[in-house]
């Protein structure tokens, strides 16, 4: 089993900066992916980005430019810089860990919400 803990989320104006960090423990030596994914009301989950334990990335087109995502492996903590954010990226923030990038096969955190008002 692996737990994962977020922090981070908040209120923000739009175009400002909001930093998430999630760290993982228990069986942290069958993590490769982190990431974070994030859900707004009525809005499937989507893939917001992920960071392999090598550094690989991938993330949404929508944020590519705006967030960035990075991996500290001897904390085992992940982090999502998120930088212009706009109205749209209001949702709630949920960290993710696991072996493959697949959601069915990831763990998850609580979620954290992040809300940027216009």
């Known amino acids: 089993q692996v737990q994962l803990v977020e922090s981070g989320g908040g209120l923000v104006q739009a175009g400002g900066s909001l930093r998430l960090s999630c760290t993982a423990s228990?069986?942290?030596?069958?993590?490769?992916?982190m990431g974070w994914y994030r859900q707004a009301p009525g809005q499937q989950r989507e893939l917001v980005a992920v960071?392999?334990?090598?550094?690989?990335?991938t993330a949404a087109d929508s944020v590519k430019d705006r967030f960035t995502i990075s991996r500290d492996n001897a904390k085992s903590t992940v982090y999502l810089q998120m930088n212009s954010l706009k109205p749209e990226d209001t949702a709630v923030y949920y960290c993710?860990?696991?072996?493959?990038?697949?959601?069915?096969?990831?763990?998850w955190g609580q979620g954290t919400q992040v809300t940027v008002s216009s």
């Open positions: 993710c860990a696991g072996q493959v990038a697949i959601p069915a096969f990831l763990s």
């Open positions: 228990g069986r942290i030596g069958s993590i490769n992916v």
């Open positions: 960071i392999s334990r090598s550094g690989s990335q």
